[in-house]
């Protein structure tokens, strides 16, 4: 099974090594036709702590670091 990718923006990075990443999803409601937007907050493992509040990021799915902590940033800072 594939790892799961999600885009999102950097909401908070107080933690040591963790970010919180916002994750925005738009879907169409299966009865009623409507498209509605869903957004849902992810802790992410930020290694070199490179990451500030704004920044658009990517992350994966990956071992879990920590109970809440299950996705890990894809890709280096430019």
């Known amino acids: 099974m594939p790892k799961k990718v999600l885009h999102g923006i950097v909401v908070s990075d107080k933690e040591n090594k963790t970010i919180k990443v916002l994750v925005e999803r738009k879907y169409q409601h299966p009865v009623l036709k409507k498209v509605i937007k869903s957004k849902k907050k992810y802790s992410a493992h930020d ?32």
Request: charged share 45%; with cysteine; net charge positive.
């Open 47 to 78: 290694e070199k702590n490179s990451f500030k509040n704004g920044d658009k990021v990517t992350i994966i799915e990956c071992k879990p670091f920590s109970k809440s902590k299950k996705f890990e940033i894809y890709g280096e800072k430019k």
